[in-house]
């Protein structure tokens, strides 16, 4: 059974993939927080406030050109649903394919998301050091 909390994150991403802008920031509260935590490639930035979530959809629907986008597991509990999955794309001003693998970490209160935080990597599989 689907929980609320987790229903709303699945509209948000659904509107992310449709590049609906109405409908995604329908799913973000007026005070919402959007912090993605930097990768190898990326740098860190926060997004405050629901005009700040508008320039996060903003920039991914129109810099970013996305080859797959994939949430693949989710953790949920209480107000908050955690999210593995990973990603690739090219965006604009940045050289080269960009793939990570991510976390993002929603926090929903009376049925909007009030904060999201990402922590991703860009490191490849061959990057990792080996310890046997």
Known sequence: MT??????VDEMFDAFMKKDLAAALATVSEDTLWIHHG???MQSVRFEGKSGAEKFFQTSFTA?????F????FVEQ????VVLGEESFVMDGVDGKLSNKWVQVYTVQD???TRME??????A???YMLVR
Do not use: C, H
């Not at 929980?3 to 709303?8: G, L, P, S, Y």
């Not at 970013?64 to 797959?68: E, Q, V």
């Not at 990402?118 to 490191?123: D, Q, R, Y």
């Open 111 to 113: 049925g909007q998301i």
């Open 70 to 73: 994939r949430p693949l597991t």
């Open 125 to 127: 599989s061959s990057d």
């Open 64 to 68: 970013m050109k996305i080859d797959y």
């Open 39 to 41: 990768s190898q490639k």
């Open 118 to 123: 990402e922590f991703a990597t860009s490191a």
């Open 3 to 8: 929980t609320d909390t987790r229903r709303v």
């Open 78 to 81: 209480n107000d908050t649903v």
